[in-house]
Nanobody, 113 residues
Framework: VQLQAFRGGLVQAGGYLRLSCATS???????????KAWYRQAPGKQRELVAR???????IYADSAKGRFAISIDNSRKKVYLQMNSLKPEDTAVYYC?????WGQGTQVTVSS
């Protein structure tokens, strides 16, 4: 199983990005049944949960992400997305997708002030 995150980049504060996580090697029923999550790790900091969605579509968000970020999935394509709006410099980090027990390789998000 491999996960690969895409669509990070450099954006100005107040801008938006939509991260995408593609999966390979995971059968569809397994993808449907697992929680999916996005984590991030800023330089010198621990990796932290940003958003998670379970198989019923229930979501949780870090306090810093509430109201600005939205996690979603495309079950037919086995993809996970993270829409990030109103980005702030403190959102700068490497973002990782996670589906138990697999991590994606990360994508860099840099928000300039």
């Amino acid at each position: 199983v491999q996960l690969q995150a895409f669509r990070g980049g450099l954006v100005q504060a107040g801008g938006y990005l939509r991260l995408s996580c593609a999966t390979s090697g995971m059968i569809l029923s397994t993808f449907w049944g697992k929680d999916k999550a996005w984590y991030r790790q800023a330089p010198g900091k621990q990796r932290e949960l940003v958003a998670r969605i379970d198989s019923d579509g229930n979501t949780i968000y870090a306090d810093s992400a509430k109201g600005r970020f939205a996690i979603s999935i495309d079950n037919s394509r086995k993809k996970v997305y993270l829409q990030m709006n109103s980005l702030k410099p403190e959102d700068t980090a490497v973002y990782y997708c996670f589906i138990p027990d697999h991590w994606g390789q990360g994508t860099q998000v840099t928000v300039s002030s």
